[in-house]
């Protein structure tokens, strides 16, 4: 997998976190990531979400890496030892507790999609990719690759 949000210092710290005018807190650059997390739908206030989102950051680029290998064992054409990926994170979303929403946006063609995440157990689980929705814990062990 590309590990393209590898770089833990293009991440802004949460002691400079701020919501802008939008609702939106920038945790990368724009010359950078370009990720910000929606606040407009968080399920709890800017305070309380501070440190899971902080937990998020830590962890973005295992999450991203996650969404890109179930999109590639799942009839993806790109190649997945490519520098490139059809994809990019946009926007988290924090609408229930412990649950995550990775939005992104399509780079070779006008669509996004958002992929589900739960935290459970001291660790993220794919639960919904795009259309696909109630992925088990294991679905690695239970999908083959092209």
Known sequence: MYDRYNDISKFITPDNWEIDSHGLVHISCEDDYDIAVDFKRCCCSFEEAKPFIALVTGQINELDNTVQRFD??????????????????????LEKPDTITLSYICTDENSEFDAVF?????????????????IPDNW??????K
């Open 72 to 93: 590639c064992r799942n009839g993806s054409d790109y190649d997945p030892n490519s520098d490139e990926t059809p994809f990019a994170l946009e926007l988290i979303s």
């Open 140 to 145: 690695e062990e239970n999908i083959t690759t």
């Open 118 to 134: 739960e935290f459970k157990d001291n660790s993220f689980h794919l639960r919904s990719f795009g259309t696909v929705k109630n």
